[in-house]
T-cell receptor
Framework: QQQVKQSPQSLIVQKGGISIINCAYE??????FPWYQQFPGKGPALLIA?????SEKKEGRFTISFNKSAKQFSLHIMDSQPGDSATYFC?????????????FGSGTQLTVLP | DAGVTQSPTHLIKTRGQQVTLRCSPK?????VSWYQQALGQGPQFIFQ???????QRGNFPDRFSGHQYPNYSSELNVNALLLGDSALYLC?????????????FGPGTRLTVL
């Protein structure tokens, strides 16, 4: 099963709050888990990524938590700002032959209120 | 350092027509992947090109075809357009091998089929 399930579909957070987006996967061959941020009319931009050999990765206000046994990973945005308002996609990939393809979640529309 | 560029930005076609979308990868990248993003959904993998060959293909009909040139730029061709082909078409570039998994996306081409 190649699906990546993402929740919630939409999220409203006050400025300064913590935004949490969750993803779950089935395919145990996945070994790379990036998060992308997409603004309207733009292509997805890579935010942060993790491999399953670590349980957490932090870059600035963005943290990925990874639970290999549960096959779940999440994005935490600390001190959320109105400029963070965008759609966030989790993704997963594995090497099939020599190629990598990204399997995306369905997206979370984040709104940060001023 | 130029990022991934795509042309045209927008395109309007009618059912049954053919369309060609173009992509120039990020400087230094040799691999190009194409994704289709329907409104409100995550991107879906179409295919990936490396060394001018299609290396992997997603679940898309053979109406979708592509090409990669020696300078690594790529084209996506769609024949016999259907209304359901209306979407944002994204090109992503990466560097093959060495565990370099990061895919960088272009701004996309918005295709509308009437």
């Amino acid at each position: 099963q190649q699906q990546v399930k993402q929740s919630p579909q939409s999220l409203i957070v006050q400025k300064g709050g913590i935004s949490i987006i969750n993803c779950a996967y089935e395919n145990t061959a996945f070994d790379y888990f990036p998060w992308y941020q997409q603004f309207p009319g733009k292509g997805p931009a890579l935010l942060i990524a993790i491999r399953p050999d670590v349980s957490e990765k932090k870059e600035g206000r963005f943290t990925i938590s990874f639970n290999k046994s549960a096959k779940q990973f999440s994005l935490h945005i600390m001190d959320s700002q109105p400029g963070d308002s965008a759609t966030y996609f989790c993704a997963a990939s594995s090497t099939s032959g020599s190629a990598r393809q990204l399997t995306f979640g369905s997206g979370t529309q984040l709104t940060v209120l001023p | 350092d130029a990022g991934v560029t795509q042309s045209p930005t927008h395109l309007i076609k009618t059912r049954g027509q053919q369309v060609t979308l173009r992509c120039s990868p990020k400087s230094g990248h040799d691999t190009v992947s194409w994704y289709q993003q329907a409104l409100g959904q995550g991107p879906q993998f179409i295919f990936q090109y490396y060394e001018e060959e299609e290396r992997q293909r997603g679940n898309f009909p053979d109406r979708f075809s592509g090409h990669q040139y020696p300078n690594y730029s790529s084209e996506l061709n769609v024949n016999a357009l259907l209304l359901g082909d209306s979407a944002l078409y994204l090109c992503a570039s990466s560097l093959n091998g060495g565990g370099a998994d990061t895919q960088y996306f272009g701004p996309g081409t918005r295709l509308t089929v009437l």
